[in-house]
């Protein structure tokens, strides 16, 4: 996020906010993104990459036409460790929004049913709130930081009495009363000198007195942040108490504490405390608001859990329906009062997914279904997709192993075939066992990689390589064994 927007006048920076800030990459620029980092699942891809350039496309829509058209949400079907939950994550990451994922079935679970789902909307604003609030700090990050450094110098002045030399650098710094200044041409020039050390770390080791609370105080909320509304909104008692920590929070100053902070550390405090002070936290929540009205992106992880109709059975599928019943508002669009003032959800994009083994998506409520227009099926993975997992990702599990071992100086190399071992041994224990899709590669490798893992910081220095005949001989044994495969695999 780029910080070139004006604070100062509210309305239009909230509107050029939410149409700038909608990245305007084509749906082919997507999918090449998600290329990158996941394998395979063109379809998925593709789904997720349109949804996002209609959010683009809504925003250009003139009149009122805008409001009228609502996201197209998805549901992502595949079994487990396919890349469901990493394409949602990376989307929102190239989209820079904000991104809450929950699982369906936790408002199903004893001690959650009926929690209040209106919950994840609150969690996704306050995603929201720090996003806006960490880009508004990066913009005044310079001015904070030269008022960080005048307190900073004030902390640092001793008092002078008479005529006290210069300044005794073995002194314990103490606050200076603002009375006791006595020739200011002198004071000002030790302050410009004490400055120069400052700035060329030469104080690096001094310590200062410095009031540290939990948090600045412009983190509690600002003027016109209506706090107390939630409380009349029918809250759960969870929002409730947290809302009433929010609001005594600020009263009493939790546990400020007067304590010795070196120079550096100071500084950064200070130019926190600053950049705190300096963005206006009306505004930045105005922002927020709309930026996660515009931009929010929530995941529902597994959805099928609650995807049975009570007529179909009885007993538990009661709660489930419940559950979908209390999601379709939000789903279909409605508002929800957040400590941050109101969130209206018709245009936040969902996106749905579950495995679907023993229900279907028709098992859903009809109008659920209705909410979910996009459904995309991704597929199980291959041997072939393995390798290519195993090496081709930007991050990918390989190049993992090679920087940890090249942190203890052993160079890690893995032969051609013996990438191939490692994927067709994960194919075959993900059909002889469970198939839990790419996940089965982290566990084979760690496998593998087990010996000079253990004794990699004897090794520096040399080159350690990782064959086909050596992959054998660290699998062969369990994935044969199949009791002992279940354990260790
Ligand atoms: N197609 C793929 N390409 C690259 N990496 C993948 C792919 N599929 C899965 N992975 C990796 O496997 C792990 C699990 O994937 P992910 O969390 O997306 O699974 P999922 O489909 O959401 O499964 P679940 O249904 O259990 O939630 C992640 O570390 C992910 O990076
Ligand atoms: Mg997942």
Sequence with gaps: MSCQKSIHDPRSAIHAYSMNEIKNYTPKQIVQELDRYIIGQHEAKRSVAIALRNRWRRLNVKGDMQDEIIPKNIIMIGPTGVGKTEIARRLAKLAESPFYKVEASKFTEVGYVGKDVES????????????????????????????????????????KKKKAPPVDMTMTPVRIEETTVPEEEDTSRTREKLRQMLRDGKLNDRKVDLDIGPKPPAFTGGPGVPMVEII?????????SSNLRDMFGGMFQQGKKRKKVPVPEALEIL????????????????????FVENNGIIFIDEIDKIASRSDLRGGPDVSREGVQRDILPIVEGSTVSTKYGFVKTDHILFIASGAFHVSKPSDLIPELQGRFPIRVELNSLTKHDFLRILTEPQNSLTKQYKALMGSENVTLQFTDDAL??????????????ENIGARRLHTILEKVMEEVSYDANERAGTTFEITSPYVQKCLVKIIDNQDLSKYIL
């Design 420 to 433: 191939e071992e490692i994927a067709s041994f994960a194919a075959k224990a993900n059909e002889q066992m």
């Design 120 to 159: 994840m909307i609150r969690d996704l604003t306050e995603i929201g709130v720090n996003m806006i609030r960490q880009r508004e700090q990066e913009c005044v990050k310079g001015k904070a930081k030269d008022l960080a450094e005048e307190r900073l110098l004030d902390l640092l002045l001793p008092i």
């Design 232 to 240: 009349s909104a029918g809250g759960s008692l969870d929002d409730i």
């Design 271 to 290: 130019t926190h405390e600053e950049a705190a002070k300096l963005i206006d936290m009306e505004t930045v929540t105005k922002m927020a608001v709309s």
